[in-house]
């Protein structure tokens, strides 16, 4: 076994025991890894209370060759996610974050720019400036886009050409992307969009600007824009995220 260091997120938290924990970490450098934190909930922890759900914190653990889980053996909290007192919107978007990060990342697949991206929503969920509304679709859009999901917005999915400017547009969920009257026909989940909404989109889908300057969006585009990301990220996991129903406290 080798000894490892990394920056991390606290993804998902798990007793295993009286005294220990199974964490879901995303790491920095080594992407999404489980590992057992032995004695992480005994009072005078060797871990310092740095393991809660969406805290930042530098670890070292022993990497398993296996599918065994890896062992931590120390984590120093860096950052705790507080968003103001009693402010649900912002502490359900957070979980929502580390929801998203979990379902959509593969074990020990690395992706150094969405955790600067991911922490960096995290802060400005817990800064209280920015719109949660618009913040938690940019998280979505531009996740997808760093994975490689992001829907085409530009041309048509289905046979490439340059969409004309127009007041609708056709996108289909399951097909990935916007459609041009010619290959609308016969596609299913498809629904029609403003051409306001499609900008949104491609606005958020930009790592532009910095999160805690993101401001709302008209009641209009927010709903058309919620509306399909739900539908297409259902389509994407083959299921709805279970946090994603709490997005109804968001107000645009």
Do not use: W
């Not at 005078?44 to 070292?60: M, N, Q």
């Not at 580390?98 to 969920?125: G, I, Q, W």
């Not at 913040?135 to 992001?150: A, D, I, M, P, S």
């Not at 041009?180 to 532009?208: N, Y």
């Amino acid at each position: 076994m080798s000894s490892e260091k990394a920056s991390a997120l606290v993804l998902r938290v798990v007793e295993f025991s009286e005294t220990s924990s199974i964490l879901t970490l995303f790491t920095r450098e080594f992407g999404k890894i489980h590992g057992l934190a032995k004695g992480a909930r005994r009072p005078k922890s060797p871990f310092e209370s740095a393991l809660d759900l969406l805290g930042l914190c530098r670890i070292v653990f022993l990497a398993k060759s296996s599918e065994a889980l890896d062992l931590l053996t120390e984590a120093k909290l860096e950052r705790r996610f507080r968003p103001p007192a009693r402010d649900l919107p912002r502490l359900y978007a957070g979980y929502y974050v580390a929801e998203l990060l979990n379902e959509l990342t593969h074990d020990r697949d690395p992706h150094p720019e969405l955790f600067d991206f991911a922490c960096d929503t995290l802060a400005a969920l817990s800064g209280g400036e920015a719109n949660v509304a618009a913040l938690v679709l940019r998280f979505e859009l531009n996740t997808l886009r760093l994975l490689g999901h992001l829907p085409a917005l530009d041309t048509c999915v289905g046979c490439g050409a340059v969409l004309p400017t127009s007041p609708r547009v056709a996108f289909g969920a399951g097909v990935g992307g916007v459609l041009c009257v010619r290959c609308r026909p016969g596609k299913r989940q498809v629904v029609s969009l403003t051409a306001a909404a499609i900008d949104a989109m491609r606005r958020l889908a930009s790592d532009q600007p910095a999160p805690h300057t993101v401001g709302a969006l008209d009641r209009r585009t927010y709903g058309e824009l919620r509306g399909v990301v739900n539908q297409y990220l259902a389509h994407l996991l083959g299921h709805r995220p279970r946090m994603q129903s709490y997005l109804s406290l968001l107000s645009a």
